[in-house]
């Protein structure tokens, strides 16, 4: 559990661009899948949940990156996907800490 949320805390730059977050969400869900056994039943269905927010996000960016041909610059994501991201990561430290007890679903 302590592994989770140390990676979560010290990652510089989670949500600065759409690499970032792919590297950000990649490295949040493998931590978690080794070490979910360690965490309360009802900790692991709010985690759960809002890992696989954070997949979603992470796959319409990259889906919408795609489409516009991988741009090396691409603003689109502070505009669609960044508050997103944001906010995901925000209550992903908030249930870690124990500040926040249920995810709270705000993806438009």
């Not at 559990?1 to 949500?15: A, K």
Request: hydrophobic share 35%; proline share 3%; charged share 30%.
């Amino acid at each position: 559990m302590n592994e989770l949320l140390e990676f979560v805390q010290n990652y510089s730059r989670p949500t600065e661009t759409h690499y970032h977050y792919a590297e950000f969400t990649k490295n949040v869900e493998n931590i978690y899948d080794g070490f979910k056994d360690n965490f309360p039943i009802e900790m692991q269905e709010q985690l759960g949940t809002l890992i696989f927010d954070m997949e979603v996000i992470n796959g319409l960016a990259l889906c919408d990156w795609d489409l516009a041909n991988r741009p090396t610059e691409w603003n689109d994501w502070n505009t669609d996907y960044k508050e997103d991201a944001d906010n995901l990561k925000k209550q992903l430290v908030s249930i870690l800490t124990g500040v926040q007890k249920e995810y709270i679903r705000i993806l438009d």
